[in-house]
């Protein structure tokens, strides 16, 4: 009964392998392979794009928020493709912020 036992044991061991294996090299029909993952691009030798950052913050305005969002994924932008630094990025995201920063106006809470 042992080697009835050890045979079933070492044929599952086997069949495991080989399934494995085809797996692998891609040879079992309906295995699909993964895509090489996308390589970023190239750095490139161009200073990081001028931000215009004379924007005067008002309360929920669409005509302020949407520029300082493009200027904000612009600076994320550069950052991935490796135009800025990360000192760089930091610095200029703070100037943003602040430039951005929301004040009170008269008769504001």
């Keep these: 009964m042992d080697v009835v036992v050890f045979a079933g044991c070492a044929m599952a061991v086997l069949v495991a392998w080989c399934v494995v294996a085809l797996r692998i090299t891609g040879r079992m029909p309906g295995v699909r ?7 970023p691009p190239a ?21 302020q928020v949407w520029p300082a969002l493009t200027a904000e994924n612009t600076l994320l932008a550069a950052r991935l493709a490796g135009r800025l630094t990360p000192g760089e990025y930091r610095a200029r ?11 009170p106006t008269a008769g504001s809470e």
């Design 33 to 39: 392979r993964r895509p090489a993952p996308p390589t």
């Design 43 to 63: 750095p490139q030798d161009q200073p990081a794009p001028v931000i215009d950052l004379r924007l005067s913050v008002e309360w929920a305005s669409p005509r």
């Design 93 to 103: 995201m703070l100037e943003l912020a602040r430039r951005c920063e929301p004040r």
